[in-house]
């Protein structure tokens, strides 16, 4: 049998599931770009732990703004491309120019005038900065290449960084530089939207600039998948291939492979708040556990990772298919 799972990789857009919400804002955030006037691209920042599913989003994000007659480019980001901002902008050029070459929604004469682009932006850009007194900064140089791109494609674009806090840790101050060259562009009604992913973190330690960031991005923060959610992930890659499974013996064998070692590191007292905790909801008040000790109760598990603690007195588990266990054993 085939399995309809790959895990460590991020979820096919075909069986992409979940995230209603999030998609209902990034989709409004595409229009907004594809359609304003006067022409006020809308950016997005897509934040969240790690293996939360941030790339599986930014891919979905990517066959919607194809389907609305965008031109996309998805960029991944690593250490090494985000040494300096030089090495950011010559990489951003290399993947553009790659993306419309393997697109297959634009005409062999419209690539053919993005290879003349990719070879004037970069020798202009490296002879630029090999001057001692460069009359530009490497932003300006990369504000004005994307302009030249803007004026070949004559098409709403969106530009996707994968894993931004490459940059941030780099060059932090390459984020308020990306912003600069995206704001500029929105002055010559250029429909360029800006989409990223990165750690929860990624504007919060950058001192001074995280509150123009935060104001220049529409901020999706992305949390676990709730019950729904999960099923749903569950169930489409299955749909896909008919195949023909019992979500009950699936949801049995992923217990078995997480939930009940993370039981056992509870002592009894604590497997009883938990239990307690299962019965009230998903999230739960420290007043409504009726159990000695409970705040001390409650410390260790926070500890040991079995429940987060949201708020003063307020507790939740750290994924929601933990309560459903816990409910079903009990």
């Known amino acids: 049998m085939i399995n309809p799972y790959v895990t460590g990789f991020p979820a096919d857009p075909k069986s992409f599931a979940g995230r209603e919400r999030e998609l209902g804002e990034i989709k409004k955030a595409i229009d907004y770009t594809v359609h304003s006037e006067p022409v006020t691209p809308q950016n997005v920042a897509i934040v969240g732990d790690w293996g939360i599913g941030k790339t599986s989003l930014l891919n979905k994000s990517k066959t919607i703004a194809l389907d609305k007659g ?94 931004l806090h490459y940059l941030a840790d780099s060059y932090p101050t390459g984020l308020y530089d990306l912003r600069g060259v995206f704001q500029e562009l929105r002055e010559y009604d250029c429909r360029f939207m800006l989409m990223c992913t990165g750690i929860s973190t990624l504007f919060s330690k950058i001192r001074g600039l995280s509150e123009p960031l935060m104001r220049f991005f529409e901020h999706i923060e992305l949390k676990p998948f709730t019950l729904e959610e999960t099923k749903e992930a569950i169930h489409l890659p299955l749909q896909r291939l008919k195949i023909d499974l019992d979500y009950e013996k699936i949801f049995s064998h992923l217990a078995a492979a997480r939930f009940i070692e993370d039981l056992t590191v509870a002592s009894e007292k604590e497997k009883e708040v938990l239990f307690k905790m299962a019965k009230l909801g998903e999230e739960v008040d420290i007043k409504d556990i009726k159990t000695p000790n409970v705040s001390v109760h409650l410390k260790r598990l926070v500890e040991k990772n079995l429940v987060v603690r949201i708020d003063r007195g307020r507790y939740k588990f750290y994924h929601p298919l933990f309560r459903e266990y816990l409910e079903r054993i009990k």
């Open 70 to 163: 965008c031109f996309a480019c998805k960029i991944t980001l690593t250490p090494e491309k985000c040494k300096t901002l030089d090495s950011f902008v010559y990489n951003t050029i290399d993947e553009l120019h790659n993306a419309v070459w393997e697109s297959d929604r634009l005409t062999p004469k419209l690539k053919e005038r993005v290879s003349e682009w990719k070879i004037e932006s970069l020798r202009f850009l490296g002879l630029e900065l090999k001057r001692d007194t460069a009359k530009s900064t490497s932003s300006t140089l990369f504000k004005n290449s994307l302009l030249d791109l803007w004026r070949r494609l004559e098409k709403p674009t969106i530009i996707m960084y994968d894993d």
